[in-house]
């Protein structure tokens, strides 16, 4: 994944998405797009640290997310 220059391929966009819809499912958020919203940026920014895998992006920000409640 190429963050730092902004440059998404659709294999980047494909893993982001599939890993918000994984954790606000798993969080019980699908419906609240405030909180969707928060997770993607968490997922955002665990990505720019070269994070490429969706399970691992998922984990992250259940947990993150677990803890700002």
């Known amino acids: 994944m190429k963050y730092s220059d902004g440059n998404w391929d659709n294999d980047d966009i494909n893993t982001l998405q ?3 819809d994984s954790a606000c499912e798993e969080l019980g958020v699908s419906r609240d797009h405030k909180k969707c919203e928060a997770v993607a940026l968490l997922i955002l920014g665990y990505a720019k640290t ?4 969706v399970d691992k992006l998922r984990a992250y920000a259940v947990a993150r997310f677990e803890c700002s409640l």
């Open 18 to 20: 599939t890993a918000l």
């Open 50 to 53: 070269g994070q490429t895998d």
